[in-house]
């Protein structure tokens, strides 16, 4: 069982970029068929995807939300890190860093969550 730990400042100011980190409790996040994303759902809404990095470093991102988001990895702290540019109150959410495994499940099909985290952009 995978333990993910999602990290992230409470509290951030419109127009900045909120950083998010998920520290993995596993051997390499570089694993063959791993995948590692992050999920949110803002209060009284459904969960939306907003990217994922592969085993292999490529990076998958969720087209509404393309152009502000980035996401890394640093593979020596297994730990991947999400940034959303020029937030807004529209961005305040749970967000939860998720894990799957390809070679056990479909591709999106994000079966080890983390416990979330809750942000709040205002000002």
């Known amino acids: 069982q995978v333990q993910l730990q999602e990290s992230a400042p409470g509290l951030v100011k419109p127009s900045e970029t909120l950083s998010l980190t998920c520290s993995v409790s596993v051997d390499s996040i570089t694993a063959d068929y791993s995948y590692w994303g992050w999920i949110r759902q803002p209060p009284g809404k459904g969960l939306e995807w907003m990217g994922a990095?592969?085993?292999?470093?490529?990076?998958y991102y969720s087209p509404s939300l393309k152009s502000r988001t980035s996401i890394s990895r640093d593979t020596s702290k297994n730990q991947f890190t999400l940034q959303l540019s020029s937030v807004t109150p529209e961005d305040t959410s749970v967000y939860y860093c998720?894990?799957?495994?390809?070679?056990?499940?479909?591709?999106?099909?994000?079966?080890?969550w983390g416990q979330g985290t809750q942000v709040t952009v205002s000002s």
């Open positions: 998720v894990a799957m495994q390809s070679n056990l499940n479909p591709l999106g099909y994000w079966d080890q």
């Open positions: 990095i592969a085993f292999s470093g490529t990076t």
